[in-house]
């Protein structure tokens, strides 16, 4: 089976729920600066959270053009020269997020996805401590090789 484009918006959610992490490339340097980012993909959108200061902010404050990627399921197959995945690749615009209510939605959709021990909802004081980013999803694109 050849590669196969999936931007079906219940294959993008399932890739998106098993995905461990997102790399992430951001703009506005003299070369992109790219991290793997823990990540939760809420309403067609990308949340990360972060520190308040250093070169990805800085990046963000330049330019809000970031693009990303994160693959799954990758089986390299030799006796067949090819490899098995899942992908998913695009762009957008990153955000800081100002609003509370969706900081804390998004803070507690993180906490359920890594299992992390904070407490849910998140409380103000964590609000005040962590910064969320949100990318804007601009393009996206699904791909799928495997031997089914």
């Not at 959108?45 to 990805?56: M, N, V």
């Not at 690749?89 to 209510?101: H, L, P, Y």
Request: proline share 5%; glycine share 6%; aromatic share 10%.
């Amino acid at each position: 089976m050849k590669g196969h484009l999936r931007n079906d918006p219940a294959w993008l959610e399932a890739f998106f729920q098993r995905a461990d992490e997102i790399f992430v490339s951001f703009s506005g340097g003299e070369f992109p600066y790219v991290l793997p980012l823990n990540f939760v993909w809420l309403d067609g959108r990308i949340y990360l959270h972060c520190a308040f200061s250093g070169r990805k902010i800085d990046l963000i404050r330049q330019d809000g053009r970031a693009g990303f990627a994160a693959a799954l399921d990758v089986t390299i197959v030799r006796e067949q020269s090819t490899t098995w995945y899942k992908s998913v690749s695009g762009c957008g615009r990153v955000r800081i997020v100002e609003d509370m209510e969706e900081k804390r939605r998004a803070l507690d959709a993180l906490s359920l996805r890594y299992a992390a021990r904070c407490p849910r909802p998140a409380p103000d004081a964590m609000l005040r401590r962590v910064n969320v980013l949100r990318i804007d999803v601009e393009e996206i694109c699904g791909k799928e090789r495997s031997p089914r």
